[in-house]
Each structure stands twice: as C-alpha cells, then as structure tokens.
C-alpha cells in the first residue's frame, strides 16, 4: 500500500526554512521574487519512510528530491504532473 502525499508549500525568502504550515494552495498567489517554491514528498511507508522537497531553482522546477540534509535522492523523482503545473503556473505568470 503507498502511503504517499505531496504538497506545494513556500519559504518566504531570507527565512531559511520551510514551515511545515505554509501551504501553497495556489502558486499564482505567491510571487518568485518574494518566495521560494517546493513540492514536499511525505512518504509513509514502512521502508521509505520520510519526508523529501523538490525547489524550484532559477525558475525551473527540479526533477528529483532532496531530504533535509540536502542529499539528492535519484531514486525519488518529480512527478511530471507537477513539472508540468508548475511550468503552466509560471507561463501564465509571465
């Protein structure tokens, strides 16, 4: 059974963190130039278990996760789904 959920969430530049209760339920309302965007992966299942962010770097979105030491998980991807919603986002905001 996948015991798996992602979620948009937003650091608020200069803050160096993300809060687990800034959810983005819309990335049209936040603008690139006052805060930084990330998918976060919560993965609960028995062998996986954690939490993973993907950002967004130089206006593009990044395809694979990282945990929260930085280190990039290859076997962790983006889904294109969300490549994809954040790529339309960004050309309506343009």
């Known amino acids: 059974m996948k015991n798996i959920e992602y979620e948009w969430v937003v650091e608020e530049k200069g803050v160096g ?4 209760f800034n959810r983005c339920p819309s990335l049209k309302t936040y603008p690139p130039e ?12 028995y062998k ?3 939490r993973y962010w ?27 789904r969300f490549i994809k919603e954040f790529n339309n986002i960004r050309k309506e905001l343009e």
């Open 54 to 80: 993907a950002y967004v770097k130089d206006g593009m979105m990044t395809d694979v996760f990282l945990d929260a030491f930085d280190y990039e998980h290859d076997y962790r991807k983006v889904p294109q």
């Open 17 to 20: 963190f993300i809060d687990a």
């Open 34 to 45: 006052d805060y930084d965007i990330a998918l976060v992966l919560d993965d609960w299942n």
């Open 48 to 50: 996986t278990e954690g």
